[in-house]
Structure formats: structure tokens, C-alpha cells
């Protein structure tokens, strides 16, 4: 019954930014690590950021840490992916997930709740 809502994507310039949100409806949200990951036309989905169930700690692909800030609002059962000196190759299909465990993680095995995703376009 875990449902997860993405928005905030669009299109922007390049070295502009967005701040994509996640709305969730489990019941444990406050228990369980959150995760951001994304799919670029012809790639593979891949890991952007996660963090831990109480938001102390946080875990980053090299190419997106320090532009890109991963947060989130137990109280609002939100989490949040702060983008910010975007670049072309940031575009893609942006997907938040609930993970299994309260540490963040990289690997999408251990994720059981996925979005139904948000367009992120940066042009050039």
C-alpha cells in the first residue's frame, strides 16, 4: 500500500536548478532509508543519492555531489533532491524509492517501494 508521488522536474538551463519532491504514503516512512535514482535515455537506471531513515546521513554518486542535496521532512512524510549548477547529462527520469533498511544505500535490490518518476531536462 506504499505509494510515492515525484514532482518538481522540468526544464531548465544548463547551471540553473530544480528541487525535485517526494511525497509518501507508508506508515513506517520515519523508520526507512529514501533514495533518488535516475534513468537517461538509452542508460541504465542508476544510484543518485539516499540518506537514512532520520536524515543524518547522506550517500552521493561522485558525478552529482556537491551540486545535488538529498533531504527529507519526517513530519510531512517528504523527501527532497536539491539540484542545483545542472548539466545536460543530469537529464533523465528522476525515481525516489523506500528502502528496506535505515542506512543509506546504493544498490536498487534493497529498495521495495519505487515513484512513478519525473522528466528532468537541462538543455544546453
Known amino acids: 500500500q506504499v505509494q510515492l508521488v515525484e514532482s518538481g522536474g522540468g526544464l531548465v538551463q544548463a547551471g540553473g536548478s530544480l528541487r525535485l519532491s517526494c511525497a509518501a504514503s507508508a506508515r513506517t516512512f520515519s523508520s526507512r532509508g529514501m533514495g533518488w535514482f535516475r534513468q537517461a535515455p538509452g542508460k541504465a537506471r542508476e544510484f543518485v543519492a539516499a540518506l537514512s531513515s532520520n536524515g543524518g546521513i547522506t550517500d552521493y554518486t561522485d558525478s552529482v555531489k556537491a551540486r545535488f542535496t538529498i533531504s527529507r521532512d519526517n513530519a510531512k512524510k517528504m523527501v527532497y533532491l536539491q539540484m542545483n549548477s545542472l548539466k545536460p547529462e543530469d537529464t533523465a527520469v528522476y525515481y525516489c524509492?523506500?528502502?528496506?533498511?535505515?542506512?543509506?544505500?546504493?544498490?536498487?535490490?534493497?529498495?521495495?517501494?519505487w515513484g512513478q518518476g519525473t522528466q528532468v531536462t537541462v538543455s544546453s
Open positions: 524509492a523506500v528502502s528496506k533498511l535505515v542506512v543509506p544505500v546504493r544498490i536498487e535490490r534493497h529498495y521495495d517501494a
